[in-house]
C-alpha cells in the first residue's frame, strides 16, 4: 500500500516555473514506477510524465517534453516534477501517481488527492 501526498501547486504566470513534489508512504517505494497525470476542466485525465524504480527511465508527453522534468529520491520517498515554461494550457489539477514494477501509464494505481495548478497569460 502506498499513500501519496502531492504538493507545490499555485498560480503564475506564462513563462513562468513551478515545482510540484510529491511525498509518499511506504517502505516499498523504490518499487514503484511513480508519474504525474493532470486533468483540465472539462477533460479527461491525461498522462503527463513518469520515472522508473531506478529513477533511470523517464516518460515525458509530447506536450511537455523540453519544459518539464521528473526526479526522484528513493531515500527520501520522494518524486518531483520540475515544471518550466508554463503555457495556460498547463492549467490542471496535477496527480502524482504509482504503480509497482515498471512503467505503464495504463496501470497505475495508486494516486494523490491533487494540486491545482493555474497558469496567467
Known amino acids: 500500500q502506498v499513500q501519496l501526498v502531492e504538493s507545490g501547486g499555485g498560480l503564475v504566470q506564462a513563462g513562468g516555473s513551478l515545482r510540484l513534489s510529491c511525498a509518499a508512504s511506504?517502505?516499498?517505494?523504490?518499487?514503484?514506477?511513480m508519474g504525474w497525470f493532470r486533468q483540465a476542466p472539462g477533460k479527461e485525465r491525461e498522462f503527463v510524465v513518469a520515472?522508473?524504480?531506478?529513477?533511470?527511465?523517464?516518460y515525458y508527453a509530447d506536450s511537455v517534453k523540453g519544459r518539464f522534468t521528473i526526479s526522484r529520491d528513493n531515500a527520501k520517498n520522494t518524486v518531483d516534477l520540475q515544471m518550466n515554461s508554463l503555457k495556460p494550457e498547463d492549467t490542471a489539477v496535477y496527480y502524482c501517481?504509482?504503480?509497482?514494477?515498471?512503467?505503464?501509464?495504463?496501470?497505475?494505481?495508486?494516486w494523490g488527492q491533487g494540486t491545482q495548478v493555474t497558469v496567467s497569460s
Open positions: 501517481a504509482a504503480k509497482m514494477g515498471r512503467h505503464d501509464r495504463r496501470l497505475y494505481d495508486y
Open positions: 511506504g517502505r516499498t517505494f523504490s518499487r514503484f514506477a
Open positions: 520515472i522508473d524504480w531506478g529513477g533511470v527511465y523517464t
